[in-house]
Nanobody, 127 residues
């Protein structure tokens, strides 16, 4: 059992930066794949970024590559999503999630493989 708690969401203006945190308990973050997703109203949950199980690889959705950065602190079992140049279309609920096993550059983007999810944190970007 892995419990994930996201924090750091809020209301920002277009062009601002924001960092989200995801604190894990029940499993060391270095032993699982961790990913960030978001879901806007009326849209499907979409992949944003992921860290491979040992942290050797990071994967990003094309839509956020260059603007979003995933990082983690193993000592604190925390994964971060650093977001810059935010736009109103980035408004969504942001979730972190984990995969117990391994994934590839392709499968890490598949939300169906993620077993544990946080409750989400709202990010609203005003124009």
């Amino acid at each position: 059992q892995v419990t994930l708690v996201e924090s750091g969401g809020g209301l920002v203006q277009a062009g601002d930066s924001l960092s989200l945190s995801c604190e894990a308990s029940g499993r060391a973050i270095s032993t699982v794949v961790t990913g960030w997703f978001r879901q806007a109203p009326g849209k499907e949950r979409e992949f944003l970024a992921a860290f491979s199980r040992r942290g050797s690889y990071t994967y990003y959705a094309e839509a956020v590559k260059g603007r979003f950065t995933i990082s983690r602190e193993n000592a604190n079992d925390t994964v971060y999503l650093h977001m810059s140049s935010l736009q109103p279309e980035d408004t969504a609920v942001y979730y972190c999630a984990t995969i117990d096993g391994y994934c590839t550059a392709v499968s890490c983007r598949d939300r169906r493989l993620y077993r544990y999810w946080g409750q989400g944190t709202q990010v609203t970007v005003s124009s």
